[in-house]
C-alpha cells in the first residue's frame, strides 16, 4: 500500500472512532452538535423498548456470500449484548423493496439499520427519514448521497489502482484489456472502475482498455458478454471483473476457449470461491478484505450509538472506516487463513 494510501486511511479511521464516541468525546470529534443531548438525553435520545431490548435490522441487496459475511460478523458482536434483536433482510435488488423495508423498520422504532443500498440516490428518501425520527443508518460497502450515521467499506478506489498496477505488470505493460462491469448508478461501480482505469494510466499507459460492458454482477451473465468480447476482439488478453462473481465468469469462458494460460483476469472482493480459484491456477488475482470484520465494525458501532442513546439526530457529519485490503495473488493467497475466508 503505498503512503498516500495509508495515510488517507488512517485519516479517515480516526474520523470514524471519532464519530462512534460517546459525551464528550462525540462533541470534541465534532460529529456531535454540541447543541443537541446525547446519551439518551432528551427527544433525541434513541428509543428503547419497555422490556428494555433494542431493535436492528440489516436490509442486504439480495442474497449473496459477501452481505452474508457481513451479517454473520453484525450478529456475533450484536449477539454479545443480550439485549438487541436483530433480522437479516431481503432487498431482492429491487429499490421499491428496500424502501418499502426501510418504511416498516422506521414505523416500527427500529434503533439501527444496516443498510446495503441498491441505488445510492433512490435510498436518500428513506435514510433521510430515518434521521427524522432518530434512527442511525450504517451502509455497508456501498455509500448513499444522502448523509447518515456511518459507512464500513473497501478501499475501491485505491484496491482497484493496484489492481492495475498487478494486472499490468503480469500483462507485460502491452495489451487489450476488457471490464465486465456493473449496471451505473452504484458508487462503488464507480470507485473500482475510475481507480482501475487511472491506475492504468498512471502505471501502464501502453495497456488498451478495449471494452468496458455491464455483466450485472453475475458470472453467468459474464461469460456470455466476454464471449461476445472476445469474439469481436479476439486480442484481448487482461480482464478485470468489477466483482469475483463476473471474474470467475471470465475465467469459465477462458478455460472453454482453451486461452485460461495466455489470460490475465481478476476481480474485486475476496470472496473464498475467488481465493481457492487462485489457489487452482484459474484467477490471476482479487482484492481481498476481510468482511467478517467489516460486519463486526458495523456491529460495534451499532450496539454504541443505541446503549449510548445516541441519536441520527446527533450527527454533524458521517462517520468513515476503509477496510485495509490485501492484493491476493498465487504468491501470497495462502496467507489468507481458512476462518478469514467468507
Given at each position: 500500500m503505498s503512503d498516500k494510501k495509508e495515510v488517507l486511511g488512517d485519516s479517515q479511521r480516526r474520523s470514524f472512532l471519532k464519530g462512534v464516541a460517546l459525551g464528550s468525546a462525540a462533541l470534541g470529534a465534532g460529529l456531535v452538535s454540541p447543541s443537541m443531548p446525547v446519551a439518551g438525553l432528551g427527544q433525541q435520545g434513541v428509543a428503547r423498548a419497555a422490556?428494555?431490548?433494542?431493535?436492528?435490522?440489516?436490509?442486504?441487496?439480495?442474497?449473496?456470500?459477501?452481505?452474508?459475511?457481513?451479517?454473520?460478523?453484525?450478529k456475533e458482536v450484536l449477539d454479545t449484548q443480550n439485549n438487541i434483536d436483530y433480522q437479516l433482510?431481503?432487498?431482492?435488488?429491487?429499490?421499491?423493496?428496500?424502501?418499502?423495508?426501510?418504511?416498516?423498520?422506521?414505523?416500527?422504532?427500529?434503533?439501527v439499520i444496516f443498510l446495503q443500498p441498491i441505488d445510492s440516490v433512490a435510498l436518500g428518501p428513506s435514510i433521510k427519514k430515518a434521521r427524522r425520527r432518530?434512527?442511525?443508518?450504517?451502509?455497508?460497502?456501498?455509500?448513499?448521497?444522502?448523509?447518515?450515521?456511518?459507512?464500513?467499506?473497501?478501499?475501491?478506489?485505491?484496491?482497484?489502482?493496484?489492481?492495475?498496477?498487478?494486472?499490468?505488470n503480469r500483462m507485460g505493460g502491452k495489451g487489450k484489456v476488457a471490464i465486465l462491469n456493473a449496471p451505473p448508478g452504484i458508487i462503488i461501480r464507480d470507485q473500482r472502475?475510475?481507480?482501475f482505469i487511472d491506475g492504468m494510466k498512471e502505471h501502464h499507459p501502453n495497456i488498451e482498455i478495449a471494452a468496458d460492458q455491464v455483466a450485472?454482477?453475475?458470472?453467468?451473465?459474464?461469460?456470455?458478454?466476454?464471449?461476445?468480447?472476445?469474439t469481436a476482439q479476439p486480442d484481448i488478453t487482461g480482464v478485470y471483473g468489477i466483482n469475483d462473481s463476473m471474474a470467475l465468469g471470465a475465467v469459465d469462458v477462458a478455460k472453454q476457449k482453451g486461452i485460461l494460460d495466455k489470460m490475465v483476469i481478476f476481480g474485486n472482493d475476496g470472496e473464498r470461491a475467488a481465493l481457492e480459484s487462485i489457489e487452482n491456477g484459474e484467477l490471476t488475482g482479487t482484492q481481498y478484505t476481510d468482511v467478517y470484520q467489516q460486519?463486526?465494525?458495523?456491529?460495534?458501532?451499532?450496539?454504541?450509538l443505541a446503549s449510548g442513546g445516541v441519536s441520527?439526530?446527533?450527527?454533524?457529519?458521517?462517520?468513515?472506516?476503509?477496510?485495509?485490503?490485501?492484493i491476493a495473488t498465487a504468491e501470497n493467497v495462502s496467507s489468507i487463513q481458512p476462518a478469514q475466508r467468507w
Open positions: 422490556d428494555g431490548r433494542y431493535k436492528m435490522a440489516f436490509i442486504q441487496w439480495q442474497p449473496h456470500t459477501v452481505p452474508a459475511a457481513w451479517s454473520n460478523g453484525i433482510l431481503d432487498g431482492q435488488n429491487k429499490v421499491e423493496v428496500q424502501v418499502s423495508l426501510m418504511d416498516t423498520l422506521i414505523n416500527e422504532g427500529a434503533n432518530g434512527i442511525s443508518v450504517i451502509t455497508l460497502n456501498i455509500d448513499a448521497a444522502e448523509e447518515h450515521a456511518a459507512h464500513v467499506e473497501m478501499n475501491h478506489y485505491f484496491g482497484a489502482m493496484d489492481i492495475a498496477k498487478e494486472m499490468g472502475t475510475n481507480g450485472d454482477w453475475s458470472r453467468k451473465k459474464a461469460q456470455d458478454v466476454l464471449f461476445n468480447i472476445l460486519g463486526r465494525f458495523a456491529g460495534s458501532v451499532a450496539s454504541v441520527a439526530k446527533s450527527f454533524e457529519q458521517q462517520g468513515k472506516l476503509l477496510m485495509p485490503y490485501t
